[in-house]
């Protein structure tokens, strides 16, 4: 079946700094790939959706500047978190789509989880 | 959007015995998929099921969209099945609506 490789798996910074998240289709091209943000115990929310070759588009209330979109091939996302804060700590999974006739299933990453110190 | 119910919130099961999550969602959805998330936070799709039944090994899925719903049954549970099963779906292209999830603990 379809894989979807995230990376890095998992991450600590220091508050201040940047931190970017792959996400790669590996064996299909994805023209729409999907950033959530879980928080402990709770459900996945969707952030953003990335657009292959253009801009993303952000959810209400993801602030766009703080999480940076970069959608620059057909198997490539990329979700930057500028600036972190311990607030932006969280679990991050990333989804690509495949379709087949009119069957559309979702392949998520195994997720990043971000620790900002 | 779509609002998405799951239930139970929680369930605590003995191994072996039987269990029956449901989702149910408020609108027509051109999908539905139900996850496991394992305690390291990975998600791995168990069903793809926007109608009709499917069964893969002592897991099972149900979808009656008329009627806005769909059940995951899992027999003779085991301590691995333990996790947040998550009930995602999508009413436009693509874009997924989740769950809160039901988090199952099975205990030995």
């Known amino acids: 079946g379809a894989v979807v490789s995230q990376h890095p798996s998992w991450v600590i910074c220091k508050s201040g700094t940047s931190v970017k998240i792959e996400c790669r289709s590996l064996d299909f091209q994805a023209t729409t790939m999907f950033w959530y943000r879980q928080f402990p115990k709770q459900s996945l929310m969707l952030m953003a959706t990335s657009n292959e070759g253009s801009k993303a588009t952000y959810e209400q209330g993801v602030e766009k500047d703080k999480f940076l979109i970069n959608h620059a091939s057909l198997t490539l996302s990329t979700l930057t978190v500028t600036s972190a804060h311990p607030e932006d700590s969280s679990f991050y999974i990333c989804s690509a789509g495949q379709t087949s006739g009119n069957l559309d299933i979702q392949y998520f990453g195994a997720g990043t989880r971000l620790s900002v110190l | 959007g779509i609002q998405v119910e799951q239930s139970p919130p929680d369930l605590i099961l003995q191994e072996g015995a039987n269990s029956t999550l449901r989702c149910n969602f408020s609108?027509?959805?051109?999908?539905l998929q139900w996850f496991h998330q394992n305690p390291w936070g990975q998600l791995i799709n168990l069903f793809y099921i926007p109608s009709g039944t499917k069964q893969n090994g002592r897991l099972s899925a149900t979808t009656v969209a008329t009627e806005r719903y769909s059940l995951l049954y899992i027999s003779s549970s085991q301590t691995t099945d333990s996790g947040v099963y998550f009930c995602?779906?999508?009413?436009?292209?693509?874009?997924?609506?989740f769950g809160i999830g039901t988090k199952l603990q099975v205990i030995p």
């Open positions: 609108d027509s959805v051109n999908n």
């Open positions: 995602a779906v999508a009413g436009g292209y693509q874009k997924v609506t």
